[in-house]
């Protein structure tokens, strides 16, 4: 029965060991373990894995790969390279994921080249990598993929402009807006809310209806202030059957927008039964001023229910500057000895 189930993730004296297992699941294992290597082990960790990039388990090279990654292994950058070849198609993709993380510019030439490979998957990991490694300067090698042949790969540059949050990015997100594709339109309206630019509202009003992307349509609806946007939100935030913190997104965006039907269901969020969105809501009734919220969220002093206390005194911190019952709370918080009262008189200092 063991054999069904992967070893526990070996501590790093162990990994350094089993790097050399015949066993490829201690191997892989091992590899990842050493990505999280301890202050001033970082070097013995690099040597152990480096062997590991061309090991004949295409699981323990991603495992390699990421960690090289991870622990910015400049030396290792050739052999990492050399994998945006590999005959394993999950290798190639974490390779060139590694290849950003590394963050050494002389890399970004490997990566243009990989956006005229002809696998999607490599083109469109090509392009994340290069707005990691590049920021703003990638606008340009970025570019010349907006009319790639896949829809996906079009879609993810659009992601990848949009991560930049640069006006430069607006050019290039606005020329995918009219894609004949909807999911990459989707993708360059996301994108340019992120840059500030209120552009692709129309679609960001069309994703209130999509399950995976309300929530960050709601987010940009309201950060943007878009007029005529109110009732599509409004009708999102009362909806019982959508997840709490998507419905606390879309009235934290009606607030923005002035809108009355804003501040109750934020409200109801912050005392509901569940918990899951308890600490989302409180966060931003901070971010928003709502004093009239203040007692809600200082209530979550004495009983978190579920919240992240940390979370509730940064959120007092901001509400104290409009209500005395928030600071009255943050002073209260600030007398305990927990990361939540440490947080709490850092706060106040």
């Known amino acids: ?19 050399a297992s ?20 970082a070097e013995e960790a690099k040597e152990a894995l ?26 290792a950058l050739d052999d990492i390279v050399a994998r945006f070849e590999d005959l394993d198609p999950t290798v190639r993709q974490v390779a060139l994921i590694a290849a950003g993380d590394v963050g050494d510019p002389s890399v970004a030439p490997a990566l243009e080249r990989a956006l005229k490979r002809d696998e999607p998957e490599v083109r469109f990991q ?10 703003p300067d990638a606008i340009a090698p ?14 993810h540059l659009a992601e990848a402009l949009g991560s930049l949050e640069v006006e430069a990015a607006v050019e290039p997100l606005a ?4 894609d004949r594709a909807a999911r990459v339109r989707q993708s360059a309206a996301m994108g340019l809310a992120r840059c500030g630019d209120a552009s692709g509202a129309d679609e960001l009003v069309g994703l209130l209806t999509d399950r995976d992307r309300a929530f960050e349509a709601a987010w940009a609806l309201g950060e943007l202030k878009v007029e005529g946007a109110e009732e599509p939100l409004a009708r999102l935030a009362a909806s019982v059957l959508k997840p709490l913190a998507v419905r606390a997104a879309a009235a934290a965006a009606l607030v923005r927008l002035e809108d009355p039907r804003g501040e109750p269901v934020l409200r109801r969020v912050i005392r509901a039964f569940r918990s899951d969105a308890r600490g989302y809501a409180a966060q931003l009734i901070g971010e928003l001023r709502l004093a009239s919220l203040a007692p809600e969220v200082a209530k979550l002093v004495d009983r978190p229910r579920g919240a992240d ?15 005395e019952v928030a600071a009255d709370a943050l002073a209260r918080a600030a007398d305990r000895d927990d990361p939540a009262g440490r947080r709490a008189r850092e706060l106040r200092e």
């Open 1 to 19: 029965m063991n054999a069904l189930f992967p070893p526990l993730r070996p501590n790093f004296g162990a990994a350094l060991r089993d790097v």
């Open 22 to 41: 015949a066993n490829p699941r201690a191997r892989s294992a091992a590899a990842e373990a050493l990505g999280a290597a301890p202050a001033g082990r």
């Open 50 to 75: 480096r062997p590991l990039v061309d090991d004949t388990s295409g699981a323990v090279r991603c495992a390699a790969i990421a960690s090289l990654g991870r622990l910015k292994d400049a030396e």
């Open 126 to 135: 090509a392009l994340a990598s290069l707005a990691t490694l590049l920021g």
């Open 142 to 155: 970025l570019s010349t993929c907006l009319d790639d042949d896949d829809a996906e790969v079009r879609a």
């Open 175 to 178: 020329a995918l807006l009219t």
């Open 309 to 323: 206390p940390v979370v509730v005194v940064e959120a007092l911190s901001k509400l104290a500057e409009v209500s």
